[in-house]
């Protein structure tokens, strides 16, 4: 019989842990501790040697456990489950998303550079790009999702920032409208932005289709971050990030990390070690329950319009055809745009029995925002109206729930709509 390589949700139960190293036990402990003991002096030194960089590892020799702030047995376990699914071949898990996102950007930004990011971007993300690295002299330009290469680059040189740029920033599909980038068009546009010593970074936030239906690393993308708090742990009761790629640019975050110390805790990764094991099943179901919900929403007469990607046809044009290439699923998220305005939406929202008002996305429980008032409301009212990001716009993220309760709750909910209609209709 050939070699079968294990697929990673067959290895999400195992890999990374040895029962021998924890007197048998089948499921890694929490190792609740600060600090590690050294068996010598010797051996204390020989372990920051490695942490600091300041010689090569010897052979089979690997950094051993020193402090939680640099490395903890149940952070490396999530670290090396995590990479499996992506193909990376190092991973770092942070505190949460933001700090994932943040720790990218100190470490590959410098004064006087420009990033460049697709637009509408996660409202956190965008606060830290106008805010935060504004105030360092980081500049940013955006891009409309799903905007071409060849315009994104005749843009830049006419402005005369393309030897400026040095990561570009894709968020695909856009939170919250669905819009996708060309992962592959992008990272190879960063090249032709390269040049001798400063090659240009591809960053993909994957958190709305990762681990499993897109794999921007294979695309071209030099690292790939995601907001764990989202599919990843699953269940609304954590906060993470995670960052996976090459070994030598995950090392670079995993220094910054240590003197940021926003690494998660033992515990936190203990739970996402936990929730790792039913990812492919969490997903899977959600996406088939997405699917069916998309399908009636699109077909209700109190909706505008539904965008999700498995609505998607030929006559989307570009949009369809990076689905096809980049896609491997439609998702679970659902951007439903009800007939009427802001009143009407919140009649929607107000009228959900099972869907929780929450924002967030990706747990076992379906959730309902209004992207306009709430995750965006930070944004400019230009940018929102760009964006399509308006007051009829409700974002949904499909859970496990069986899926004729969810369209039950969706249609009497939508009834509220109706009334609000007619009373507007009655002044
Ligand atoms: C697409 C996306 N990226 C990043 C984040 C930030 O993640 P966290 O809340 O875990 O810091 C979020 C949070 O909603 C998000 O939706």
């Known amino acids: 019989m050939s070699h079968q390589k294990f697929r990673p949700e067959s290895l999400m139960m195992s890999h990374g842990h040895h029962a021998s190293d924890a007197q048998g036990a ?3 402990p929490v190792f609740q501790t600060s600090t590690f003991a050294f068996r010598s002096a010797e051996e204390g030194k020989a372990y920051f040697e490695l942490a600091y960089n300041l010689r090569d590892a010897d052979g089979e020799e690997a950094p051993g456990m020193i402090y939680s702030r640099l490395n903890n047995p149940n952070l ?13 071949e190092e991973g770092a898990v942070f505190s949460s998303g933001m700090a994932a996102i943040s720790t ?10 420009l990033l460049l990011y697709s637009s509408p971007l996660y409202g956190g993300t965008m606060h830290f790009i106008s ?3 504004a105030k360092i002299g980081i500049g940013a330009m955006g891009f409309r999702a799903g905007e071409n290469a060849d315009e994104i680059l005749s843009r830049l040189r006419a402005e005369g920032l393309d030897r400026r740029v040095a990561m570009i920033y894709i968020e695909s599909p856009a939170n919250p409208t669905n819009a996708l ?4 068009a992008m990272s190879l546009m960063a090249e032709e932005l390269s040049h001798p010593g400063r090659p240009v970074l591809t960053v993909v936030d994957n958190t709305y289709m990762g681990p499993l239906w897109q794999h921007p690393l294979e695309l071209g993308a030099d690292l790939v971050l995601y907001s764990a708090t989202k599919y990843l742990g699953g269940h609304s009761d954590l906060i993470a990030g995670a960052v996976l790629g090459s070994r030598e640019l995950v090392q670079r975050v995993k220094n910054m990390r240590t003197f940021l110390g ?9 739970m996402l070690s936990r929730s790792l094991e ?3 099943l969490r997903m899977e179901k959600q996406c088939r329950n997405a699917q069916l919900i998309a399908r009636f929403l699109s077909n209700h007469p109190l ?10 046809t030929e006559a989307d044009g570009e949009q369809y055809e990076i689905y096809r290439r980049q896609c491997l699923a439609p998702g679970a998220m659902i951007s439903v745009y009800v007939r009427g305005g802001e009143k009407e939406a919140f009649a929607f929202l107000n009228g959900l029995k099972l869907f929780k008002l929450a924002v967030s996305l990706g747990s076992t429980e379906s959730l309902a925002q209004h992207p306009a008032t709430m995750t965006h409301a930070g944004l400019p009212p230009e940018v929102l109206e760009e964006m399509d990001i308006n007051g009829q716009l409700v974002r949904l993220s499909i859970g496990i729930e069986h899926p004729d309760d969810l369209i039950y709750d969706l249609e009497q909910a939508l009834e509220r709509v109706e009334m609000a209609i007619e009373e507007v209709a009655a002044l």
Do not use: C, H
């Open 262 to 270: 926003n690494m998660a805790t033992p515990w936190t990764s203990w």
């Open 181 to 184: 980038t060309d992962i592959e």
């Open 76 to 88: 490396e376990v999530v670290e090396q489950r995590l990479s499996l699914w992506d193909k990376a």
């Open 303 to 312: 909706v505008e319009r539904a965008r999700y990607l498995g609505l998607l």
């Open 104 to 113: 990218v950007m100190f470490e590959f930004l410098r004064p006087g550079d």
């Open 26 to 28: 089948v499921k890694v």
């Open 278 to 280: 039913t990812l492919s």
């Open 131 to 133: 805010e935060v690295l």
